[in-house]
């Protein structure tokens, strides 16, 4: 089966400064990548997918990149507000309806 | 904007005694699933369910486990003989196949 890996498992960056985090998967036939933020206590919400037809995509603050030949997929985030403090977990599966293979997650805390 | 909404937020069962965890997908999904998360680890996927039968299931989805449709709207996950090990929080979800997975908030399960 798929095994997605997440690094780090925490981080801590200043207000206004970027956030990456970074994921690797093993199953070749995973096309479809969905990052979630979890806040405590809260559901997991989407913030961004790719699938594997793209390489990059953007939505304001928030990136995300994906290299299919290495399995490997990270997220960005730009100019982070206290706000964007919570846990980010990366997943992939084959594709939007099949199970999703969630990574270990990481906490990310913004300095004010 | 539709949410998966999920009864009750938080349930106290004793060992060896059965639960059922509710939920109510978005309107026009047609897959539904069910993940666990036990406390400070990752998301994993238990069940998903299309055209009224499972289509995919993990290696925790024993015989304790079982999914049902009971009628249009609900989707409801039974644990038979309870353990301390299944105390976690369980999150359902749904999809349209060709989106997205979205959570619920969550039911948070403890057996004493």
């Known amino acids: 089966g798929e095994n997605v890996e997440q690094h780090p498992s925490t981080l801590s960056v200043q207000e206004g400064d970027s956030a990456v985090i970074k994921c690797t998967y093993s199953?070749?036939?995973?096309?479809?990548f969905p990052w979630y933020k979890q806040e405590l206590g809260k559901r997991p919400q989407l913030i961004i997918d790719?699938?594997?037809?793209?390489g990059e995509k953007k939505d304001q603050r928030i990136a995300v990149t994906l290299n299919k030949t290495a399995k490997h997929f990270s997220l960005h985030i730009t100019e982070t507000q206290p706000e964007d403090s919570a846990v980010y977990f990366c997943?992939?599966?084959?594709?939007?309806?099949?199970?999703?293979?969630f990574g270990t997650g990481t906490s990310l805390t913004v300095i004010p | 904007e539709p949410e998966v909404t999920q009864t009750p937020s938080h349930q106290v069962t004793q060992m060896g005694q059965e639960v059922i965890l509710r939920c109510v997908p978005i309107?026009?999904?047609?897959?539904f699933y069910w993940y666990r998360q036990i406390l400070g680890q990752k998301v994993e996927f238990l069940v998903s369910?299309?055209?009224?039968?499972?289509?995919?299931k993990s290696e925790i989805f024993d015989d304790q486990f079982s999914v049902e449709r009971p009628d249009g709207s609900n989707f409801t996950l039974k644990i038979r003989s309870t353990k301390l090990e299944d105390s976690a929080m369980y999150f359902c979800?749904?999809?349209?196949?060709?989106?997205?997975?979205?959570f619920g908030d969550g039911t948070r399960l403890s057996i004493l």
């Open positions: 979800a749904s999809g349209s196949g060709a989106g997205p997975q979205h």
């Open positions: 199953d070749s036939a995973s096309n479809y």
């Open positions: 790719i699938r594997s037809n793209v």
């Open positions: 997943a992939a599966g084959r594709n939007t309806g099949n199970q999703f293979y």
């Open positions: 309107s026009n999904h047609l897959y």
């Open positions: 369910f299309y055209n009224n039968e499972i289509s995919e």
